[in-house]
């Protein structure tokens, strides 16, 4: 009777996913040339174009918890410069992460804050003026270094902005150099309205498109009836279910993945692209114990 159930709700939903975007200008183009007299080049993981898996590596042993972050978030592409001045002893590095849409650059943000607070060489905040959303940073290592950094936001994209010297004397050059990247910077290196907050499924865009019409707001509310009958018949079906089986773990013992759902629920993310969850089932996505089904976050599903 569950599977009836979750087959006649799968049937009211679309087909097709959205396409996997990539950033437009590249973040290369984006990235502001090195500044004059920084012309030696350090070898980092975040030089040149890099990955998620690059960019988690460089939390240490915050690294898992990176990495799953950056997939939730929506991580698309990522490029950086580490660049030297060897006469003054100063090093510019600079990165740019390109999200699928705006609110995983804001979720990083948040998070990319946290870890560098709570960093051993955290010393205090930096505040610059003109760009919001951001935090900034002075850091001082046991070798007497010291840094000045600023991590920004800008529609999909975030920017990381730091300066490291011998001396305490970078502050004035990360906030110009914040400024200008921030300014010359795209408002979105990926459109707007394909962002995954502001997807929306074939089926919904038709039917925002004949809600003027008394025939197809009939349709649309029998359709929302039936649909929320459906779903509150699924809802108690899983509860029976749960009540007597206990919820299973992943083959390696730990927990399963967190699957990232669009909106509507129609589709989930697989940290490129969106895919059908009607006809496509996450690797890591927690299944029964008869394998029958997997869970989306809020419902059960079939595997198909």
Known sequence: MLCALVLAASALLPLSAAA???PSPSLAQIMLPAPGGYTGQRSTVLSGSFTSQNLSSAWGTRSADAQKALEQDGFVDGYGIAVVNEAAQRALIEYIVAFAGGQGAMDWLSFAEAGDKADPTYQHADSIS???????????????????????????????????????????????????????????????????????SPASAQVGASQDTAIALGGLIGDVVILALVVGLIVAAVALVRRSRPRPTAPDGGTWSTVHLSPDGGYWWDGHGWRDAAHEVPATAQRSPDGHFWWDGRQWRPVV
């Open 20 to 22: 996997v975007v990539s």
């Open 130 to 200: 003109g760009i919001d959303p951001y935090y900034g940073e002075h850091n001082v290592y046991p070798s007497h270094d010291v840094s000045d950094a600023f991590v920004f936001v800008k529609g999909n994209d975030l920017f990381v902005v730091g300066f490291e010297s011998t001396q305490d004397d970078i502050l004035n050059l990360a906030i110009s150099r914040a400024k200008s990247q921030y300014d010359s910077a795209p408002n979105s290196s990926i459109p707007p309205a394909q962002w995954p907050e502001n997807f929306k």
